[in-house]
């Protein structure tokens, strides 16, 4: 059977943006491997992203745009797509700052796989750590993360204080792994034991990884 769509459509997802030169980390990769943050942003040589697990990811930009539109009609927003002040450690944009009963929140909304989804009960610790960030960078004392269920549109909502300790300790991992980048040292593999998925699973850097263990 000649696949007419199937093949094109694959090749459209195939298709990745050349890396940038840069000198600073995005907040969305607070929680990634470090090796693969150093792979990166060196231009190390990258398998094809797969057109499948492309397409999931992508799905996440729609749940966005379509519960972005409903805080809009609820009269909840403040502002969209706020970029963090200039800084030389972190850029990023987060989702949203909204008002309720006169109070800020910054809100990040993510969507998630089902199975997960049913059995989380807190916060994903990835999406914490984010959040973390642009409460700290736009001085806001509270967040909420907004999750939806991929496969039927559940919603949980889970609050998020400020915690001024996590996110000092977050920014001395980070200025240290710049100046990994900086003088070329390769990151050490890290514990894997508190990651809550196989982030290797999905890394187009798995083989270039593999050949500096």
């Known amino acids: 059977m000649i696949k007419m769509l199937v093949e094109k ?13 840069r000198d600073y980390f995005y907040v969305s990769e607070v929680c990634d491997c470090p090796r693969k943050i150093f792979f990166k942003i060196k231009h190390a040589e990258k398998e094809p992203l797969d057109p499948r697990v492309n397409r999931i990811f992508r799905n996440g930009d729609h749940v966005h745009i379509r519960l972005m ?4 009609s609820l009269g909840l927003v403040v502002a969209s797509e706020i970029e963090i002040p200039k800084d030389e450690l972190f850029h990023g944009k987060a989702d949203a700052i909204i008002s309720i009963d006169n109070e800020s929140h910054v809100v990040e909304i993510k969507s998630m796989n089902p ?6 009960n807190q916060p994903c610790i990835d999406h914490a750590a984010q959040l973390q960030l ?3 960078y736009f ?4 967040g909420i993360i907004l999750v ?5 549109q559940e919603l949980k909502e889970f609050i998020i204080q400020k915690d001024e300790k996590l996110v000092e300790k977050i920014l001395t991992v980070f ?5 990994k980048i900086m003088n070329n040292e390769l990151p050490p593999i890290p514990d894997k034991s508190n990651w809550e998925y196989d ?3 999905y890394c187009v850097y798995k083989k270039t990884c593999k050949n500096f263990f």
């Open 69 to 72: 539109s409903v805080l809009y």
């Open 134 to 136: 642009y409460l700290y």
């Open 9 to 21: 459509i694959d090749e459209f997802y195939r298709e990745v943006e050349p890396e940038e030169e």
């Open 199 to 201: 982030k290797c699973q």
């Open 115 to 120: 199975f997960i989804f049913q059995k989380n």
């Open 139 to 142: 001085n806001i004392p509270k």
């Open 175 to 179: 200025k240290e792994l710049k100046l």
């Open 148 to 152: 939806e269920s991929k496969g039927n």
